[in-house]
């Protein structure tokens, strides 16, 4: 059974309409990440939440906002979605934060801007 | 933030034991390495993790030298479908766990 639920799996949207992907896990996780791939690129981490609290990569663009309402759903959003944002973005859940964690990834979002 | 180094591709054969080696020289006391599998349009996948020495699962091992500057992930009698991306990982400061290196690209021939 999927344990992190990425909804949808393909996304197309229009260049600078806002857009949202949703994560959803059923480990209760405390740290929910999100990250954006490109192609034959390393996943890059955007952010990431450790139970309420959010903390941002330095050098994550303002157009990526994100949201957890509650332990089991994370939501990622593109205010302004550019062309340059077509990607996969991976949710990922943690236990904890420690280094001897293991993460959890959901199957991915790909994101297409038209 | 305990940077890692990795080959970017290698090539096996059916059958073959393949390790694919992770530099990591400013890795910190309390880091662990963490090694994930990557197939195409899907997440990564927990493969293995250890401190020091060696650590065996049923799908790899892990080779830790004394100083902890380097690991190897062993893959014994590869398969076609162990064609994938590998990453190593160094646990970094709180807040900063799970940044992904470039990873090396394997292809299995058959």
């Known amino acids: 059974d999927a344990m992190v639920i990425q909804n949808p799996r393909y996304q197309v949207t229009q260049f600078g309409k806002p857009v949202t992907l949703s994560c959803s896990q059923t480990l209760n996780h405390n740290v929910m990440y999100w990250y954006q791939q490109k192609s034959s690129q390393a996943p890059k981490l955007l952010f990431h939440y450790y139970d309420k609290d959010f903390n941002n990569e330095a050098d994550t663009p303002d157009n990526f906002q994100s949201r957890r309402p509650n332990t089991s759903f994370c939501f990622l959003d593109i205010r302004s979605p550019g062309l340059g944002d077509a990607a996969m973005y991976l949710c990922?859940?943690?236990?904890?934060?420690?280094?001897?964690?293991?993460?959890?990834f959901g199957q991915g979002t790909r994101l297409t801007v038209v | 933030l305990a940077k890692t180094t990795q080959p970017i591709s290698m090539d096996s054969y059916e059958g073959q034991e393949v390790n694919i080696t992770c530099s990591h020289n400013n890795i910190a006391t309390n880091d662990y390495i963490t090694w994930y599998q990557q197939f195409p349009s899907q997440g990564p996948r927990f493969i293995i993790q250890?401190?020091?020495t060696k650590v065996t699962n049923e799908v790899a091992s892990l080779f830790i030298p004394a100083d902890r500057k380097s690991s190897t992930l062993s893959l014994p009698r590869v398969s076609l479908s162990d064609t994938a991306v590998y990453y190593c990982l160094v646990g970094g400061l709180r807040g900063q766990n799970f940044v992904f290196g470039p990873g090396t690209r394997l292809s299995v021939l058959p």
């Open positions: 250890g401190y020091k």
């Open positions: 990922a859940t943690s236990r904890e934060l420690g280094t001897n964690t293991e993460a959890f």
